[in-house]
């Protein structure tokens, strides 16, 4: 029986009642055009413990790194695990370090290092929070263009006595 046919409850019980198949030629042609993937929403990519993986990874909304990773990295959220190891260059929104980065890190929003994370290499921040225990170290700077909206850097008012002093 032609698996392809549409059915209804009733099988057909003639050859007349099988819906014909269509003449060669007849059939839409495929695009010659190479098929472009969309890009999954919530894309999430786990390297699990004990995996190593060497690459180029994009279009990666999140990337949890729980063994080892040396690559490339354009995505939005970079999470390495307590006990996961990073070396290579990543680009993110949003960053949370439990276990090692090596490399150049730019995070245009958040960056968490964690009280078990290490971050060396060069490192590029919007905000940064580091939790007593956690390191980091290396050419660290605050990208002024990429800090949210809102925030500004103040300057207090020097104290009442070195006012008094400086006149």
Same mark, same amino acid.
């Given at each position: 029986m032609n698996? !392809? /046919?549409p059915t209804d409850t009733n099988p057909a019980r003639s050859l007349d009642e099988i819906p014909p198949v269509p003449p060669p030629g007849s059939a839409p042609r495929r695009s010659s055009e190479p098929m472009t993937p969309q890009r999954s929403v919530g894309a999430r990519m786990t390297v699990g413990p004990g995996i190593k993986l060497?690459?180029?990874?994009? !279009?990666?909304?999140?990337? /949890?790194?729980?063994?080892?990773m040396d690559a490339t990295l354009v995505g939005e959220v970079l999470e390495? /695990?307590?006990?996961g190891q990073f070396t290579g260059t990543a680009t993110v929104s949003e960053a949370q370090i439990h276990g090692h980065f090596e490399?150049?890190?730019?995070?245009?929003?958040?960056? %968490?290092?964690?009280?078990?994370?290490?971050?060396?290499?060069t490192i590029k921040y919007g905000r940064i929070e580091v939790e007593s225990g956690g390191e980091i170290s290396g050419n660290v700077t605050r990208d002024e263009a990429a800090a949210p909206f809102g925030t500004k850097r103040i300057t207090a008012p020097a104290a009442p006595? /070195? %006012?008094t002093a400086a006149n």
């Open positions: 698996d !392809d /046919a060497k690459g180029e990874i994009s !279009d990666c909304d999140t990337l /949890a790194v729980e063994g080892t390495i /695990a307590e006990g490399g150049d890190l730019t995070v245009s929003g958040v960056l %968490q290092i964690r009280s078990s994370g290490h971050v060396t290499g006595e /070195a %006012q």
